[in-house]
């Protein structure tokens, strides 16, 4: 089995910065596609940032220039620098991942998100 697990989230004013992580733990595993979603209350969740393995990156146009996703291959970790923050970049941020586990196939997983609060 893999796990999913985010740290970083927090409340923070307009302006300001915060830094996502998410690292996946268990065994004999390889990580491919690698995204940051998100879901503010009441609405639908919305792709945030997508990275591949090789380090190709795809925004949404409402993060472009103030987000960036990055990942440490060899620590099985997903990053999100978040700067200029927002009240509307209030929501719960998932982690995501598509993972080939040995012996199971690939999948698709999702960690169990953390709150980002931006105050005006």
């Known amino acids: 089995q893999v796990q999913l697990v985010e740290s970083g989230g927090g409340l923070v004013q307009a302006g300001g910065s915060l830094r996502l992580s998410c690292t996946a733990s268990?065994?004999?595993?390889?990580?491919?596609?690698m995204a940051w979603y998100r879901q503010a209350p009441g609405k639908e969740r919305e792709l945030v940032a997508l990275?591949?393995?090789?380090?190709?990156?795809n925004y949404a146009d409402s993060a472009k220039g103030r987000f960036t996703i990055s990942r440490d291959n060899a620590k099985n970790t997903l990053y999100l620098q978040m700067n200029s923050l927002k009240p509307e970049d209030t929501a719960v941020y998932y982690c995501?991942?598509?993972?080939?586990?040995?012996?199971?196939?690939?999948?698709?997983?999702w960690g169990q998100g953390t709150q980002v609060t931006v105050s005006s």
């Open positions: 995501n991942a598509d993972i080939f586990l040995l012996g199971y196939g690939s999948n698709n997983y």
């Open positions: 268990g065994s004999r595993f390889n990580i491919r596609n």
């Open positions: 990275i591949t393995r090789g380090g190709s990156v």
